[in-house]
Every structure is written in structure tokens, then in C-alpha cells.
């Protein structure tokens, strides 16, 4: 049996093709980003804001200072100013409680459309994957026809004949069913 890669040798470097191919395909996705940036509701938008300008230190150190002087001047630390949340400030508690469920609720409204991003990225970079298949699968066919035509024989290597088989998309997905657990069993499994 002849081992391929000793015939041919391991690529040393990327091609200039290849290199323009990643480039185009991230030039793809950038442009889906800002496609999809661009078609954003002002909901989406004000969301976005909300959960980057929470998620800031900024954001933090006003809430320290805010919660300081709701409950210094709730204690009557700070005189000349009326208490109006006396302890044990439920008023502080009721708002604190209103901030987090709003804030959950914008967060989870990001992560919804960052979440749709991710399946286009992921259904883009399957389609992708597929046409890459092919196109490898093509490769090892005209190196199959050139070793045939070198005397070089390939016959006996069951890799190689593995990989020149074409790719059978829903037996993969069959597979992946089975192994998520979509698919039901046949009884007497």
C-alpha cells in the first residue's frame, strides 16, 4: 500500500488562493453581521445599550454610590433631608427588583438576536462545510485518476476508498438525531 501524503508530501503553506478564500468568507460574514446590525428594531437597539452600558464598571460604581446614599440618608446619616424609605427600604427593594427584571428582560432579548446570528453563522458555515466536501472529494477522485495512470495502486486502502465516497448528508444528520436524542427508538432497542 503507498501512502499518499509520502508521494505528494504535506502542504507547507497556505496558497494564495486559499488565503483569498478565507478572506471572502470572512468578508461573507462580516457582511451578514452588519446586515443583520443594520436591520435591527429600535427595540433590539435600545436592548443592545442597555445590556453593554449594564455590564459596565461605570454602571456599577453609580449603583454603589446610589444604594450609599439611599440608605445614609434612610438612616438619617445625612441631615436636613427627610426620610422617605425607612428601614428595612422597601421602596429600595421594590426598584432594585423592577431594575433586575427589565434588565433581565433586555438581556434576554439580546441574547434571542445574538442567538439567531449564531444559527445564520452556524447554517452558513455547514453549507460551506458541504461545498468544501465536494469539492475535496473531487480532489481525491482526479488524485485516485492520476495515481491509476502513475501505476500507483490505491485499490486495497479502505481510508481512501472511505473518502472517495460522496458525502451522505442525512445519514449524517440521522446519525446526529440519534446521538441528540430526536429520533425515537425502534421498539425492541
Given at each position: 500500500m503507498v501512502n499518499i501524503?509520502?508521494?505528494?508530501?504535506?502542504?507547507?503553506?497556505?496558497?494564495?488562493?486559499?488565503?483569498?478564500?478565507?478572506?471572502?468568507?470572512?468578508e461573507m460574514l462580516e457582511s451578514i453581521q452588519k446586515r443583520l446590525s443594520e436591520r435591527r428594531t429600535t427595540s433590539d437597539k435600545l436592548a443592545d445599550f442597555l445590556v453593554l452600558s449594564a455590564g459596565s464598571i461605570a454602571v456599577i460604581i453609580i449603583h454603589i454610590?446610589?444604594?450609599a446614599a439611599w440608605i445614609a440618608i434612610n438612616l438619617d446619616f445625612v441631615p436636613g433631608i427627610w426620610i422617605f424609605d425607612p428601614y428595612p427600604f422597601n421602596f429600595l427593594t421594590m426598584t432594585v427588583s423592577l431594575e433586575a427584571i427589565f434588565l433581565a428582560i433586555f438581556v434576554?432579548?439580546?441574547?434571542?438576536?445574538e442567538s439567531k446570528v449564531a444559527d445564520l453563522r452556524q447554517e452558513f458555515d455547514v453549507q460551506v462545510n458541504i461545498i468544501?466536501?465536494?469539492e475535496i472529494t473531487k480532489v481525491i477522485h482526479m488524485l485516485a485518476y492520476v495515481m491509476n495512470h502513475l501505476n500507483i495502486h490505491y485499490e486495497n486502502d479502505a481510508e481512501l476508498r472511505q473518502m472517495m465516497r460522496p458525502l451522505n448528508i442525512d445519514e449524517i444528520r440521522e446519525q446526529l438525531e440519534h446521538q441528540i436524542g430526536t429520533v425515537k427508538k425502534p421498539k425492541g432497542e
Amino acid at each position: 500500500m503507498v501512502n499518499i501524503q509520502s508521494q505528494f508530501g504535506p502542504a507547507k503553506r497556505k496558497s494564495a488562493k486559499n488565503e483569498r478564500a478565507d478572506q471572502v468568507t470572512q468578508e461573507m460574514l462580516e457582511s451578514i453581521q452588519k446586515r443583520l446590525s443594520e436591520r435591527r428594531t429600535t427595540s433590539d437597539k435600545l436592548a443592545d445599550f442597555l445590556v453593554l452600558s449594564a455590564g459596565s464598571i461605570a454602571v456599577i460604581i453609580i449603583h454603589i454610590f446610589l444604594f450609599a446614599a439611599w440608605i445614609a440618608i434612610n438612616l438619617d446619616f445625612v441631615p436636613g433631608i427627610w426620610i422617605f424609605d425607612p428601614y428595612p427600604f422597601n421602596f429600595l427593594t421594590m426598584t432594585v427588583s423592577l431594575e433586575a427584571i427589565f434588565l433581565a428582560i433586555f438581556v434576554l432579548m439580546s441574547q434571542n438576536r445574538e442567538s439567531k446570528v449564531a444559527d445564520l453563522r452556524q447554517e452558513f458555515d455547514v453549507q460551506v462545510n458541504i461545498i468544501a466536501e465536494r469539492e475535496i472529494t473531487k480532489v481525491i477522485h482526479m488524485l485516485a485518476y492520476v495515481m491509476n495512470h502513475l501505476n500507483i495502486h490505491y485499490e486495497n486502502d479502505a481510508e481512501l476508498r472511505q473518502m472517495m465516497r460522496p458525502l451522505n448528508i442525512d445519514e449524517i444528520r440521522e446519525q446526529l438525531e440519534h446521538q441528540i436524542g430526536t429520533v425515537k427508538k425502534p421498539k425492541g432497542e
